[in-house]
């Protein structure tokens, strides 16, 4: 199945160069609101992805997954991180800065 996903603004104007043509997955929740909830995979491959938080009160992101050793968020504990690379972000008002990544090991 193809999606395609433009992102717009709360005036219906659309973000960024848009339509995204990579998903390969979508889910979606319609509340009566109207504040339903929805997420899409994508390759990453294809920069930049813009997304907009126009409720500054709540979190940009939410990473859900099982925090511990070997799985995606690994519990720091005892660990070392070697950087090895950055990722490079630009958030709005603070300007760019570099999350570092890389190895880890136990000491």
Not at 1 to 23: H, K, Q, S
Not at 53 to 66: C, I, K, R, W
Not at 85 to 104: F, N, S
């Amino acid at each position: 199945m193809i999606y395609w996903i433009d992102i717009e603004n709360a005036n219906g104007v659309r973000l960024g160069d848009g339509p995204i043509l990579t998903a390969t997955a979508w889910t979606h929740t319609a509340n009566l609101d109207r504040a339903g909830t929805f997420s899409f995979t994508m390759a990453a491959a294809i920069p930049p992805l813009l997304l907009v938080q126009a409720d500054v009160s709540e979190e940009m992101l939410e990473l859900t997954t099982t925090v511990g050793e070997g799985n995606a968020i690994e519990a720091a504990g005892t660990k070392v991180l070697t950087p090895t690379h950055y990722i490079k972000a630009t958030i709005t008002g603070v300007g760019t800065v570099y999350i570092p990544c890389g190895t880890i090991a136990t000491p």
